[in-house]
């Protein structure tokens, strides 16, 4: 399995307080990480770390299987495109100047810009300067500069914080694309979890500078299945009745009083199965999470 980005109990601290607290992330090639955080959770500072842009306090980033604490990991980097809480663009130049400029700093051609401005939707801008952009203009110039030392990991901070529905299914598409087409391993992080759910492949989730839990998307989907979670005084007869007394195949049991069951279920039809075969039912509650209630109920197990 070939990783893009590793970290090892990374750590920063800020007058002896862990904003960041041994993290150790995993992200593969190829994947759309959504990194899933409150305001002040230390996702912003892990990528600040992860770019090179603060010191670390403790542990190590292996990036594009480069060490940290060696200058092989700056060739790395530069395999990395980021924009770190909003894109740094000149407010006076256009979406070309920007991008010459972003070209010189990286020492790369700019023969690409004209089609790099049309891949994000920018190509027919003009002389309009920046200063005049929407949001959503803005964001794709700065995903545009992120680009243009032609990445193979992106690392985005709240890419469509602020823009309109539109906008952000604009993004969206672009990030797809992205993804598809170039085969650009994307670390992103958003408040909009359900727009977040339509994007990445597999999640971290921080709390307090402590990375809780790394998940796929198929993993997280199994977990947030629709269900219907039952208690019982007895799982031992359980399998037969729900299988042959009332055509269920989709269950699992998961003690000797708990079990789940996929599937619309009549409560009353499976009070007067359980009873008829022995079985006592003692509660049953329905389970329908989204991404967002997940995590929710994550950070307060942690909390």
Known sequence: MEY?????????????????????????RGDIYGFVGRNGAGKTTVMRLICGLIRKSGGDCELFGKLDNGSAVLAARRRTGAIIEAPSVYPEMTAEQNLVEQC???GVGREGIPALLEYVGLSGVGKKKAKNFSLGMRQRLGIAMALAGSPDFLILDEPVNGLDPQGIAEIRELLLRLNRERGITILISSHILGELSKLATCYGFIEKGRLLKEISAAELEEACRKSVRIVVSSTEKLSLILERGLGLQDFKLLSDTEAELYADVKIGELALALQAGGIELLRVQEKDEDLEGYFLNLVGGAA
């Open 4 to 28: 893009v980005l590793r970290t090892f109990g990374l750590t920063k601290r800020y007058k002896g307080i862990a904003v960041v607290d041994s993290v150790s992330m995993h992200i593969r």
């Open 104 to 106: 010189l700093t990286l």
